[in-house]
């Protein structure tokens, strides 16, 4: 892609994110940020934004010692990030919510110079009431990035976890958009019905890594028969195209029925099945998951959930992969510290990424605390350590990280920022390790 091409594509984004963001149009609100794919965000925190436009503009200045993540002959380079950002935000009590965030950026290596590219991203989450009980959202996500591994992009997700697929050896430059519209209709105080659907468009400016397209169609349902007797149904139908990979069709369902003891404590069991068919030459399989497991809320900011189960994925030929599943949370989202620490363990699988490495065994231990130190200070930690392993490959990974950053309100209008950090993988592959180190100081003036 030329650079005529790459403004054009920066363009018809800010475009497109100015049309989805008119007051017309519905949305819901999730935990995904736009801005550097650092995951620091851009701009103001949505608890001090006032309604209304927001101008903003970020300088960062990152440095890795391993910028093509490879285990030996390791290049490293200073790398400037400069986001000009455009923020609307507005809100009604009653009836709708719009949160657009608009970045159209440019990121400049100061050592390898043909490696820099425009890299706009923005985010849409909005949402329109017809009434009480009639819900419309959507939610739009739009990043262009080079990344090695590229953050999980579900709504929610936290910034610092990511995909399965890692790109080493080299940068290649992905575009992602991820359109979300539902509709929630409320019958009653915790019984709803929704339909969600979803188009995931995946494009690499790299022919070596695969080109994608997810539609998703996935309606939810939730009925409480009584205070402490309910259930819920979440099932999905997934269209999956590759540009070379055999295309795709999902279909799963996840019944579940809960008994809430009291307000502070609830049992569950489900069942979730999967199967997956795909066209020649690829190999069909199912997935089976049932599981239980408790929630325990120790205050009104503290809540724990536990839940155990066994997996087993059953393909058309070719060995069968099974183990325990499991999760293990603690969340605390009090006003000057939060936390969430997790352990978890099972399968996940990975489609619509850069190798599209499909089930993957692993195991994984996630901690991050947030603390507000001041008034204009705030800290973050946060450590991760997984397991992977690869039915269809006998590559078996050790992926360990720490991440630390400091933000600083100089004056209401200018934050500072650092963040250190440093991962690696150790694994049976030896063109597959690698380790790096990287630091960033981040400079945000908001209007």
């Not at 009639?134 to 976890?161: C, H, K």
């Not at 915790?190 to 997810?214: A, G, P, T």
């Not at 030459?281 to 239980?292: A, Q």
Request: aromatic share 16%.
């Amino acid at each position: 892609m030329n650079k005529r091409q790459n403004l054009r594509w920066t363009l018809g984004l800010v475009s497109f994110l100015f049309i989805l963001g008119s007051p017309f149009t519905g949305g819901a609100q999730t935990g995904v940020t736009g801005g550097a794919q650092t995951g620091v965000t851009g701009g103001a925190q949505r608890g001090d934004i006032a309604p209304g436009f927001h101008p903003y503009i970020t300088v960062q200045e990152e440095y890795s010692n391993n910028i093509f993540l490879t285990k030996r002959d390791k290049v490293d380079d200073f790398i400037t990030l400069v986001y000009p950002g455009l923020r609307f935000y507005a809100l009604s009590e009653k009836n709708y919510g719009i949160d657009l965030d608009i970045l159209a950026g440019y990121t400049y290596y100061a050592k390898n110079h043909d490696l820099s590219y425009f890299s706009p991203s923005g985010t849409l989450n909005a949402w329109y009431a017809m009434n009480q009980n009639l819900t419309f959202r959507v939610r739009d996500y739009a990043i262009r990035s080079d990344e090695n591994r590229e953050s999980l992009y579900s709504a929610g997700a936290p910034s610092d976890q990511f995909v399965i697929s890692t790109v080493r050896g080299q940068k290649a430059i992905y575009n992602r958009n991820v359109v979300e519209p539902s509709v929630e209709y409320r019958f009653g105080k915790e019984d709803s019905l929704s339909i969600l659907y979803r188009n995931n468009v995946y494009h690499n400016d790299n022919s070596q890594f695969e080109d994608s397209q997810e539609n998703t169609i996935n309606p939810r349902f939730t009925y409480w028969f009584d205070i402490r007797n309910g259930v819920s149904l979440d099932y999905f139908l997934t269209f999956g195209s590759y540009a070379r990979s055999p295309d795709q069709v999902v279909q799963g369902a996840r019944p579940r029925y809960t008994y809430r003891f009291d307000l502070k404590t609830s049992i569950f069991g489900e069942y979730y099945f999967e199967r997956d068919h795909f066209k020649f030459p690829g190999v069909d399989y199912d997935v089976h998951n049932p599981s239980i497991g408790i929630e325990y809320r120790f205050s009104p900011t503290l809540t724990g959930t536990a839940q155990g189960g066994y997996f087993w994925s059953l393909p058309n030929q070719g060995s069968e992969a099974r183990g325990p599943t499991y999760t293990i949370s603690l969340t605390e989202t009090s006003p000057k510290t939060a936390y969430t620490l997790t352990f978890q363990g099972g399968y996940t699988e990975d489609y619509f990424t850069a190798q599209n490495l499909g089930l993957t065994k692993y195991y994984r231990a996630y901690g991050t605390i947030l603390h507000q130190l001041t008034g204009k200070t705030a800290v973050r930690l946060t450590g991760s350590v997984e397991r992977e392993s690869f039915p269809s490959s006998d590559q078996k990974d050790w992926i360990w990280g720490i991440w630390g950053d400091v933000s600083y309100r100089l004056l209401k209008w200018l934050t500072v920022g650092m963040q250190v950090s440093y991962r690696e993988d150790h694994s049976n592959i030896d063109a597959a390790d690698y380790s790096e180190y990287r630091g960033i100081i981040k400079v945000t003036a908001t209007y």
